[in-house]
């Protein structure tokens, strides 16, 4: 009877049967309003990701251009108004120590500062280790700014007409200075967008380089040709640097260097969002906080003492702003350069005798005399006709520190100051 039962009972069978199915049904109804919500984040957080990298590999389909033709665009592109997100990680490769690495980077260039922590001139190498995001913006050549985003505080470099600010947030300090003449104000030394990076390294482009177009891309939405740089050169740390290059207006919009070592980029600057409508004049308006110290410049580039502020303008003397300075002077005025192209190294005397120079080094540490010694276990010595040294290594830039106190640098491997240093 089993095959035949009676219609009673395969009704009440099949009542069973889409009984449970509905029940299936439901659960899986109930289980797929949590489960749809975290695959769709799941596959949101992906996507999220990529978005990087998907920026930076677009293909667009752009006309042929030549490598010079490029570089031409690049030199003619005059670019006068601007805002936009520049995310830039630099890489060096330096070791862990503990804040050490960014103290020793910030008193650099503190000689020239005043000790507020407004001043640009120490400010902004924090730029030179770690990942950073930039907020920028520019409307000719009498207002620019740019601010470093920080977790929860931030610092911004602001310069309208003849004033130029720095302001801490995280401090609530407030650097200020004036430039004699409006529209006069340099750039900082310190590159922040691939435009800067861009610049510093096409004024270096000569019979040592190599210089390709590599397709296109797409960066922060525009389309972009990819220029590639690369030594000519064996021994220098350098491997290649790319950058896009925005293909209307011709303004680099990400810069990116290699180490010749391999692994991530040594330098990585690029726009993550940029515009190149007219900002909001209030964008680069700027008043000191009430409350908050300001330190005034003068024509050396130090500070003056501070007070507090009241809302009030407080003129400056003229001066440069902090840290500018001529790149020509500085590049030839206190030491010989050996060798050419990638290749060049950099002679100077440290003025110290038996290796690693303590100076203003020491003085950093609290008076400990322990320094030199401490930054010596950091390197590797070496020796050669010259007698004997200290080779510090980073990712891109290498420095001899020898006995009789002659510094060699150069973006080249210990074997090529080792040479350089025996030749001298």
Do not use: C
Not at 25 to 52: M, N, Q, S
Not at 212 to 221: E, F, K, P, Y
Not at 346 to 372: F, H, Q, W
Not at 393 to 406: P, V
């Amino acid at each position: 009877m089993a095959p035949y039962e009676s219609d009673d009972s395969t009704g009440a069978a099949q009542a069973e049967d889409e009984l449970r199915a509905e029940l299936r049904a439901e659960r899986r109804r109930k289980t797929a309003r949590y489960v749809v919500p975290v695959a769709v984040v799941g596959v949101a957080a992906a996507t999220i990701g990529l978005v990087p990298a998907l920026a930076s590999s677009g293909d667009p389909n752009l006309p042929k251009i030549t490598a010079q033709e490029l570089i031409d665009k690049i030199a003619k592109s005059d670019v006068q108004q601007l805002s936009g997100t520049v995310k830039i990680s630099t890489d060096l490769g330096l070791p862990d120590l503990g804040g050490l690495e960014s103290g020793l980077l910030s008193g650099a260039t503190q000689g020239s500062g005043d000790g507020s922590s407004a001043d640009p001139t120490s400010k902004l190498t924090e730029l030179a280790s770690g990942t950073h995001t930039l907020r920028v913006a520019a409307d000719g050549p009498e207002k620019q700014k740019v601010s470093v985003l920080e977790s929860g505080a931030e610092y911004s470099l602001i310069h309208n007409g003849t004033d130029v600010w720095g302001y801490d947030s995280k401090s609530d300090e407030v650097y200020h200075s004036t430039v004699a003449d409006s529209g006069k104000a340099e750039r900082h030394e310190t590159p922040a967008t691939p435009k800067d990076f861009a610049d510093e390294v096409l004024k270096s482009v000569d019979d040592t380089t190599s210089v390709t177009v590599d397709g296109t891309a797409q960066v922060a939405g525009r389309d972009a040709y990819r220029l590639v740089i690369k030594p000519k050169q064996s021994g220098t740390t350098v491997g290649a640097i790319s950058i896009a290059v925005d293909a209307k207006t011709g303004t680099p919009l990400k810069f990116t260097l290699t180490p010749s070592s391999g692994g991530a980029a040594v330098v990585d600057a690029g726009y993550t969002q940029v515009s190149f409508a007219k900002p909001a004049a209030s964008t680069f308006d700027f008043t000191p906080p009430k409350g908050a110290k300001v330190t005034e410049g003068d024509e050396t580039g130090k500070g003056a003492e501070g007070g507090k502020a009241d809302g009030q303008d407080r003129g400056g003397k003229a001066s440069e702003v902090p840290g500018h300075g001529s790149a020509e002077g500085l590049d030839k005025s206190g030491f010989d350069v050996l060798g050419k192209g990638w290749n060049s190294i950099a002679v100077l005397d440290s003025g110290s005798k038996g290796g690693v120079p303590t100076g203003s080094a020491s003085g950093s540490a609290s008076g400990s005399g322990d320094l030199s010694g401490f930054l010596g276990s950091l390197g590797d010595p070496v020796s050669g006709k010259f007698g004997k040294g200290t080779v510090f290594s980073t990712r891109l830039i290498n420095a001899l520190i020898t006995d009789d106190g002659k510094v060699y640098v150069g973006a080249v491997d210990k074997a090529a100051l080792v040479k350089a240093a025996d030749a001298g």
